[in-house]
């Protein structure tokens, strides 16, 4: 699976360098936007794989969540108050009217 992941992530960062050199020639507003696509993509795999494996080398893919960094801060807190985060929860009630699906929402008191 990792491998399979690696090939992606190289996968469209070709895809993005080959669209984009298509541009620079033709200026084709379709390879644009396709160059947009890949390079959105890719950057991603990037992303997530690069921040992966600094987490998994310095933290041994082991995480202490009762460590500080992992901790609610009273700052936010405040913030979640101010911003009625609690009241947002309590009326996500339907997903979603166009197909009538209803979602039972846990309210957290």
Sequence with gaps: MK???YSFGIG???LTL???GIYVKYHSSLVLSLTIIFGT?????????LVGSVV???MH???DYTKKWYQSRQWEKSIYEILKVRYWKTICR??????STCVNVVLIK
Excluded: E
Excluded at 42 to 49: A, I, K
């Design 61 to 63: 893919n082991k995480a």
């Design 94 to 99: 339907f997903l979603n009217k166009i197909t």
């Design 18 to 20: 080959f669209f984009c």
């Design 12 to 14: 469209f960062i070709v």
């Design 56 to 58: 998994g080398r310095c």
């Design 41 to 49: 993509v890719s950057h991603h795999f990037v992303m997530r794989l």
């Design 3 to 5: 491998k399979i992941v």
